[in-house]
């Protein structure tokens, strides 16, 4: 069966500081991967999504950007932190058939202090 | 564009009542998807149903079921006989042929109370 795998749980990180989060997927081949941000209180927005190795899309201009280095392994980076960066971030996959469900990944908690 | 909306915030019922989550969808494809997610306290987003534009009938999975009417855009999630672990934050989500992931309403948080 598929897992997905998302570390750290918890991060509090001082403005201006670098970010890495890190995400992996088990068990299938050549997902579609998503990074979503949840601010609190509110819904999932979409940050980037990725359809393969090297390839993402960019939801939002912002000050994050995401990697795909390996097929199964997805990246969300920052070089400067901003206090506004904080929030409770979602790592996903799902297959390549049209319009299908996501998997979700149990979440980043970034406080920016 | 395409949109979800969830206008109740927050809801609490005592447990053993029914309580029904309200979601309303705009899109402009003749063929979309609608789901529903529950995010219980531990944050991690757990996928409970999905419907196709096509099939309006009602779908019912133990307590819950779904009423997915397209005349008034509409694919509202009842709970039968509340739980106290039914407590979450419930998203509704659409996916159509203009997007490659889901767009998400901004949750109900349900509270049930024992």
């Known amino acids: 069966s598929q897992t997905i795998h998302q570390w750290p749980a918890t991060l509090v990180q001082p403005v201006g500081s670098p970010l890495s989060l890190e995400c992996t997927v088990e068990?299938?081949?050549?997902?579609?991967l998503y990074w979503y941000r949840q601010a609190a209180g509110r819904g999932l927005q979409l940050l980037f999504y990725?359809?393969?190795?090297?390839?993402i899309s960019s939801e939002v201009p912002q000050n994050l950007s995401a990697s795909r280095p390996q097929d199964r392994q997805f990246i969300l980076s920052s070089k400067k932190l901003l206090l506004s960066d904080s929030g409770f971030y979602l790592c996903?996959?799902?297959?390549?058939?049209?319009?299908?469900?996501?998997?979700f990944g149990q979440g980043t908690r970034l406080t920016v202090v | 564009a395409q949109k979800v909306t969830q206008a109740q915030t927050e809801i609490s019922v005592v447990e053993k009542e029914d309580v029904t989550l309200d979601c309303v969808y705009e899109t402009r494809d003749t063929t979309y998807y609608l789901f529903w997610y529950k995010q219980p306290p531990s944050g991690e987003l757990v996928f409970l149903i999905r419907r196709n534009s096509f099939d309006e009938q009602n779908e019912i999975s133990g307590r819950y079921s779904w009423n997915f009417q397209k005349s008034t855009s509409s694919f509202n999630f009842t709970i039968t006989a509340s739980q106290v672990v039914d407590s979450a934050v419930y998203f509704c989500a659409l996916s159509d042929t203009g997007r490659r992931a889901l767009t998400f309403g901004s949750g109900t948080r349900l509270q049930v109370q024992p």
């Open positions: 990725s359809v393969g190795i090297g390839q």
């Open positions: 996903a996959w799902s297959d390549h058939t049209p319009n299908t469900e996501a998997f």
């Open positions: 068990g299938t081949s050549n997902p579609n």
